[in-house]
Each structure stands twice: as structure tokens, then as C-alpha cells.
């Protein structure tokens, strides 16, 4: 069974850029989930999507940050505009809501650095 | 609120060594889960082990093992006979059972180097 998908792996990008991450979740996952990871701290949550609505944003910047995922597979997430604080690898996690299982899924992850 | 500390910000052993990783949790909820994952050098999040909260039997894994203590709320995590290859970073979450919102919270997670 494939893995999370995300890409890309690593952008670097300067302060007031946009950028936008993709991630393909494990085939039939219906719940995903971007999280930021901080140098030297835990994945913490933007965002959780069960199929292509959203269950919880209330961590995401709004001014700043937006994600979608319109077909309830693939998801986007941007950044407009960066800033420096946002250095951070991305991760996008998934689920299966079926068989009662609590347990998310991790892809490789995008390490973005703003400069 | 849910809380995970993870104690220990680095651990250096040299190969072959046992090596404990200490999670302390706090949450009022009476059901939850608690999970550990590895983070190598490649960023991705591994899953190792999910424990629910009413099951407080110990598991063992090959060289992994892990003790869920609810009346000290914690979750320690052992590597016997460590190896090279188990050098990463672990982190310890938490997550309410049931609820509609399953946010993990996460610890700050171990940096855990083995020495050849």
C-alpha cells in the first residue's frame, strides 16, 4: 500500500513569496491532516479535512494560510505571504475512518525555509 | 487541557545499550490514546504503537517495549540492544477517543543518538 504522498520535499522561498505544498493521502483515507513542524518541536495542527470539508482550522493562520481539497482526495496548502516565522516542515497526515482505527498516517514531509 | 512532556531532549548511548524514553500525559478525558513515532533523519513520522487507556497490559515488539502506567500517567518507551539504525527523533502524542475533533497533541519528542 503506498505511503502519503507530498511534494515538494524542500522549497526555499523569500519573506512576502507564496508557496503552495501538495499531498496525496493513502488510497480511501477519507480524513487528512496538515500539520507545521518547528525546529526542536512536535507536528503541531493547521488543519483537518474529512473528505473535502474542513473539521478543524481553528490553529491555521487564516490571514496568511489557506488549504483545500476540493475532490475529497488531494489537498493544497499556501502560504501568501510568507514570513520568516513560517520556516518549518510541512506534514501531511491521513486516516481511515473506517474499522474504528485513531491511528494517522505521515508523509515525508515538505521542509520550507523563508528567507 | 491535554499536555505530553517528553522529559529528556537528547540521549546519547553507545550501541548494543538499553535505552528508556520517558512520556508523561495529562488529560481529563477518561478514554483517550496514546501513541509513540519515530522521526529519522528523512522528516517523515513513523507509527510504532497506539495504546488505548483502558488497556494498560505492556507490549512488546521485537526490541521495543512500552510501558503504560495510568496511575503515574505515563507511557515510557524501552529500546533493548539498541542499534545505529534507531537513531532519531520520538515523540510521544496524545488523543482524545471519540470525538469528532481527534487532534493529536504532541510531546516535544527525544532526540535519540546511538554511538557505534
Known amino acids: 500500500e503506498a505511503g502519503v504522498a507530498q511534494s515538494p520535499r524542500y522549497k526555499i522561498i523569500e519573506k512576502r513569496q507564496s508557496v503552495a505544498f501538495w499531498c496525496n493521502p493513502i488510497s480511501g483515507h477519507a480524513t487528512l491532516y496538515w500539520y507545521q513542524q518547528i525546529l526542536g518541536q512536535g507536528p503541531k495542527l493547521l488543519i483537518q479535512f474529512q473528505n473535502n470539508g474542513v473539521v478543524d482550522d481553528s490553529q491555521l493562520p487564516k490571514d496568511r494560510f489557506s488549504a483545500e481539497r476540493l475532490k475529497g482526495v488531494d489537498s493544497t496548502l499556501k502560504i501568501q505571504p510568507a514570513k520568516l516565522e513560517d520556516s518549518a516542515v510541512y506534514l501531511c497526515?491521513?486516516?481511515?475512518?473506517?474499522?474504528?482505527?485513531?491511528?494517522?498516517?505521515f508523509g515525508p514531509g515538505t521542509r520550507l525555509t523563508v528567507l | 487541557a491535554q499536555k505530553v512532556t517528553q522529559a529528556q531532549t537528547e540521549i546519547s548511548v553507545v550501541e548494543k545499550e538499553d535505552v528508556t524514553l520517558d512520556c508523561v500525559y495529562e488529560?481529563?478525558?477518561?478514554?483517550?490514546?496514546l501513541f509513540w513515532y519515530k522521526q529519522p533523519p528523512s522528516g517523515e513520522l513513523v507509527f510504532l504503537i497506539r495504546r488505548n487507556s483502558f488497556d494498560e497490559q505492556n507490549e512488546i515488539s521485537g526490541r521495543y517495549s512500552w510501558n503504560f502506567q495510568k496511575s503515574t500517567s505515563s507511557f515510557n518507551f524501552t529500546i533493548t540492544a539498541s542499534q545505529v539504525v534507531d537513531s532519531a527523533v520520538y515523540f510521544c502524542a496524545l488523543k482524545a477517543a471519540g470525538n469528532r475533533d481527534d487532534k493529536i497533541i504532541f510531546g516535544k519528542g527525544t532526540r535519540l543518538h546511538i554511538l557505534p
Open positions: 497526515a491521513s486516516r481511515s475512518t473506517s474499522g474504528g482505527t485513531d491511528t494517522q498516517y
Open positions: 488529560t481529563r478525558d477518561t478514554t483517550y490514546y
